[in-house]
Nanobody, 119 residues
Framework: QLVESGGGLVQAGGSLRLSCATS????????MGWFRQAPGKEREFAAG???????YYADPVKGRFTVSRDNAKNTVYLQMNSLKPEDTAVYYC???????????????WGQGTQVTVSS
């Protein structure tokens, strides 16, 4: 029900914008989270947004990433600026009733999109 796009290869300092298209079956009142998982590491919360527009960011991405949503288009975005090699990961969007940082707090997940940042 969630489809991510926009990943790719970028040099350090560059930017990417990820998109997450939701289906009509995902309530627009759900919170949306962006998670990432690097090889050999656990999936971690990066950013999230409530239906009201309130946002929350993990410390490693604060000031560089911006999450937004267009409820009319059923799409959530993650604008990533000043990318670093340590941002390399598979990025997932997820939908859930509440904006939380734990992956098990989300009901619906996308398939993920690879982001690779070269040094």
């Amino acid at each position: 029900q969630l489809v991510e796009s926009g990943g790719g290869l970028v040099q350090a300092g560059g930017s990417l914008r990820l998109s997450c298209a939701t289906s009509g079956r995902t309530p627009s009142t759900y919170a949306m989270g962006w998670f990432r998982q690097a090889p050999g590491k656990e999936r971690e919360f990066a950013a999230g947004i409530r239906w009201s527009g309130t946002t929350y960011y993990a410390d490693p991405v604060k000031g560089r990433f911006t999450v937004s949503r267009d409820n009319a288009k059923n799409t959530v975005y993650l604008q990533m600026n000043s990318l670093k090699p340590e941002d390399t990961a598979v990025y997932y969007c997820a939908a859930g009733k509440l904006l939380v940082t734990a992956p098990n707090g989300y009901d619906v997940w996308g398939q993920g999109t690879q982001v690779t940042v070269s040094s």
